[in-house]
């Protein structure tokens, strides 16, 4: 039990806790905004090659009953959601034919 007390703070350090009881979050690094789009890209298209496929041939391991919401969820979690909003304020900024010399 020492053992246990002493390291676990060295081996449980994927989940950090959340002010929630009972939430914790990890961490996902992203190399870009295009990477991000890909990582979610991907996971819609398994999404939706299970729902309308299956997965036909694959182990059973794989086979068992995927839980579509929770990656759903998390994809919704991924979205870049501020960011889109902001590209969707400065888009008319940025597509103005008209630039004045205080906006450079």
């Known amino acids: 039990m020492k053992f246990l007390k ?3 703070a060295t081996y449980f350090n994927t989940l950090k806790a959340t002010d929630r009881k009972h939430n914790y979050v990890v961490k996902v690094e992203f190399s ?13 298209k398994l999404c939706i090659q299970e729902l309308c ?3 036909e041939g694959a182990s059973p391991r794989i086979k068992s009953n995927p839980n579509i919401q929770s990656t759903l969820e998390l994809i919704m ?5 501020y960011e889109a ?4 304020e400065i ?14």
Not at 32 to 44: A, G, P, Q, R, W
Not at 77 to 81: A, R
Not at 85 to 88: A, R, S, T
């Open 6 to 8: 002493k390291n676990s």
């Open 32 to 44: 870009s905004y295009l990477d991000l789009m890909d990582t979610i890209d991907v996971l819609l």
């Open 53 to 55: 496929y299956g997965a």
């Open 77 to 81: 979690q991924l979205l870049p959601m």
């Open 85 to 88: 909003e902001l590209l969707d």
């Open 91 to 104: 888009r008319p900024i940025l597509t103005s034919k008209r630039i004045s010399p205080d906006e450079n």
